[in-house]
């Protein structure tokens, strides 16, 4: 059922970000993704949200580079006049990420510099760019990860960006509510993506231990996570603000 509603989503072409961009096309959500590199990917994607019968279109964004999130707002805002006659978003997803696995005493000022600024300080001030053209009664929904509550060596960098994140979340839900904007976090287990070089999809020792300690007895999919997000996109989830959701088979209970 169409909802005539768009949403935005970070880092849409591949893993986590495409799996939600097509579980909210199912939703009869419109979709617009980000891309870093792969056009051609994400090019696929919007062909295949096309097929669900939504619109789909796709735009290259650095999450890290704030400098370009000015032009980028302003393209987004001249491609939603011209679909639907006005500028304005029902949804954004900061799910754009890349992942480090370093121990803390291996970890360098770069790879602290680009945790932070890709999961916090990027998702910080693009959502501040865009809260401007986010509908009344919309949705934020920030991407974080279960490491943000239990811990597993080699993440300190990612996890401590992404708890930053979930903090933000909360500022959100209570400075957004005069414009009833709900905002929430879904944090994710271990899921079996390219996230951070694969380690969850051929790290046979990591997936091991990651079976073992999660009550359903296996490393997340994709699929496992985007239906979730989805769904707190839809008016069935409307009193839920301000929540952290973590979507992760029951790891580390």
């Not at 809260?131 to 974080?144: K, T």
């Not at 020792?205 to 707190?232: H, Q, W, Y």
Request: aromatic fraction near 8%; glycine fraction near 10%.
């Amino acid at each position: 059922m169409k909802t005539n509603k768009v949403a935005l989503v970070t880092g849409g072409s591949r893993g986590l970000g495409k799996n939600i961009a097509l579980k909210l096309s199912q939703k009869g959500i419109d979709v617009i993704i980000t891309y870093h590199s792969s056009s051609s990917a994400a090019d696929d994607i919007v062909s295949e949200i096309e097929s669900n019968g939504q619109k789909a279109t796709a735009f290259q964004l650095d999450t890290t580079n704030i400098n370009s999130f000015d032009a980028f707002v302003e393209k987004l805002s001249s491609y939603l006049s011209e679909v639907y006659g006005n500028p304005r978003l029902d949804i954004l997803i900061n799910n754009a990420g890349t992942g480090i696995y370093k121990p803390f005493l291996e970890t360098t000022e770069n790879d602290f510099d680009e945790m932070v600024n890709i999961h916090f300080k990027g998702v910080y001030f693009l959502t501040q760019k865009l809260v401007p053209v986010l509908n009344d009664g919309g949705r934020i929904i920030n991407i974080s990860s279960g490491l943000a509550r239990f811990s597993l060596p080699n993440s300190s960098a990612y996890a401590s960006a992404k708890s930053a994140v979930e903090t933000f979340t909360k500022y959100l839900a209570k400075e957004l509510a005069h414009r009833k904007i709900a905002a929430n976090v879904v944090a994710p287990g271990a899921v079996a993506t390219d996230f951070g070089g694969g380690e969850n999809k051929t790290n046979e020792k990591k997936i091991d231990i990651i079976s073992s300690n999660t009550a359903l007895g296996r490393v997340g999919e994709p699929e496992d996570i985007g239906g979730v997000v989805a769904f707190l996109c839809t008016e069935d989830a409307y009193w839920i603000n301000g929540q952290r959701i973590e979507v992760s088979g029951g790891i580390m209970l």
